[in-house]
């Protein structure tokens, strides 16, 4: 018992967040009579909240160099959809293209806020606040507040299609391929933890008891196998989520095992400290910005697919949405504390707590209100937890 509270509390960061997330779910499976895990309920949460999984994951970064924020992502959201929706609908150019330069834009987009917040130094705050006022209002004069649609049904597949079954279900109801895939995934992740572990042990690096590391994956597998299992059930596996996968991947990769990822986490720690150390703590801010900006750009031509149209609407509230699954994730709200992971956690959090609250029919004005408290809760956990790691 005490290994395993030792274990806890030296990964508390990590580990509270996703209790609570399980303790969610459970609570609304109960309250809504099992219709939270049904198979299309469960696929219709990721399509839902795959704008904010994307978001969340660039947000991170911004965080993690020192507390930024980005406002201005819910508005670039919408004006690159806009974007989209005049190249494709109105201009009917070739989708492929379309989505290049949208992408490209949004790269122009963060280099232009990167510059006036890294090297000229003005606060994060007001300029991407300035960035969220003027894409909003570029967005409203290229609609001329109308909405565009439809868009190209090969567009529309981004959001609303998935990897299609080569077994054709062999006599069951069930996607083969999800399954399948599902089980690679299993033995590749088996397969890195016990390398992980290896490593480690070679190198007397002190690690969890055997029974907890296999406890852990266990758990692990199970969960993952679970998951495929419901994605199976239903029509498999979405276009969105094999996106946000390589994105998880990509990005927890970056930020853990590379040079540049630290970097971030080092400017974030102590910002001068970095400087002294080397770090050109300009360019690691003015990239993450750029980086923000581009997975902005991702995100509005998801949330466009998705909902089939480009509307001066779009992307309201986006940006809190995002930056509350990041300190509701364990992000530090002073910068250099927060995974990609615990991210998405909490953006799972919000999601199922969005979801949870409309099936049983709460209203708008009370989902607010619980957001916010949770929001609140989550960052106060950060700030005391700091105060007692000092005491």
């Known amino acids: 018992m005490e290994t395993i509270k030792?274990?806890?509390?030296?990964?508390?960061?990590?580990?509270?967040?996703?209790?609570?997330?399980?303790?969610?779910?459970?609570?609304?499976?109960?309250?809504?009579?099992?219709?939270?895990?049904?198979?299309?309920?469960?696929?219709?949460?990721?399509?839902?909240?795959?704008?904010?999984?994307?978001?969340?994951?660039?947000?991170?970064?911004?965080?993690?160099?020192g507390g930024n924020i980005d406002l201005s992502v819910g508005s670039v959201c919408a004006f690159i959809g806009a974007i989209a929706g005049i190249l494709m609908i109105n201009m009917k150019m070739n989708i492929i293209l379309a989505v290049v330069i949208c992408l490209l834009i949004g790269l122009v987009i963060g280099m232009w806020q990167g510059f006036w917040i890294a090297y000229v130094r003005i606060p994060a705050f007001i300029v991407t606040l300035a960035g969220m006022l003027m894409f909003r209002g570029l967005t409203i004069t290229m609609l001329k507040g109308l909405t565009l649609s439809p868009f190209p049904e090969k567009y529309q597949f981004v959001s609303a299609g998935f990897i299609p079954d080569i077994f054709k279900g062999l006599g069951t109801n069930l996607n083969i391929t999800t399954i399948l895939i599902g089980l690679i995934i299993s033995v590749i992740y088996v397969y890195l933890q016990l390398k992980r572990r290896?490593?480690?042990?070679?190198?007397?690096?002190?690690?969890?008891?055997?029974?907890?590391?296999?406890?852990?994956?266990?758990?692990?597998?199970?969960?993952?196998?679970?998951?495929?299992?419901?994605?199976?059930?239903?029509?498999?596996?979405?276009?969105?989520?094999?996106?946000?996968?390589?994105?998880?991947?990509?990005?927890?990769?970056?930020?853990?095992?590379?040079?540049?990822?630290?970097?971030?986490?080092?400017?974030?720690?102590?910002?001068?400290?970095?400087?002294?150390?080397?770090?050109?703590?300009?360019?690691?801010?003015?990239?993450s910005y750029v980086n923000m900006a581009v997975l902005a750009a991702v995100s509005g031509i998801a949330f466009s697919s998705r909902i089939n149209a480009a509307s001066p609407q779009t992307g309201t509230n986006f940006e809190?949405?995002?930056?509350?699954?990041?300190?509701?994730?364990?992000?530090?709200?002073?910068?250099?504390?927060?995974?990609?992971?615990?991210a998405i956690i909490g953006a799972l959090v919000m999601g199922v707590l969005n979801n949870g609250m409309s099936i049983l029919g709460v209203g708008s004005d009370m989902q607010m209100t619980i957001k916010g408290f949770v929001l609140l809760m989550a960052v106060a956990f950060d700030v005391i937890s700091k105060k007692k790691s000092r005491g």
Do not use: H
């Open 198 to 287: 290896n490593e480690r042990q070679k190198y007397n690096f002190n690690d969890t008891p055997f029974g907890i590391f296999a406890a852990q994956i266990i758990l692990t597998l199970f969960i993952i196998n679970l998951f495929s299992y419901w994605l199976a059930s239903y029509k498999g596996i979405p276009i969105i989520l094999v996106l946000i996968g390589i994105l998880i991947g990509g990005y927890s990769f970056f930020t853990t095992k590379t040079i540049s990822g630290r970097y971030i986490y080092a400017m974030g720690g102590n910002e001068k400290a970095a400087v002294l150390s080397g770090i050109n703590t300009n360019k690691v801010l003015f990239l």
């Open 320 to 342: 809190l949405d995002a930056i509350a699954a990041c300190f509701i994730g364990g992000a530090s709200a002073y910068g250099g504390v927060g995974t990609v992971v615990g």
């Open 6 to 65: 030792s274990t806890f509390k030296s990964n508390i960061r990590q580990y509270a967040m996703l209790i609570a997330l399980v303790a969610i779910i459970i609570l609304f499976q109960i309250l809504t009579d099992g219709i939270l895990l049904v198979p299309m309920n469960v696929t219709n949460l990721i399509l839902q909240n795959s704008y904010v999984i994307i978001l969340a994951i660039g947000m991170t970064l911004c965080i993690l160099t």
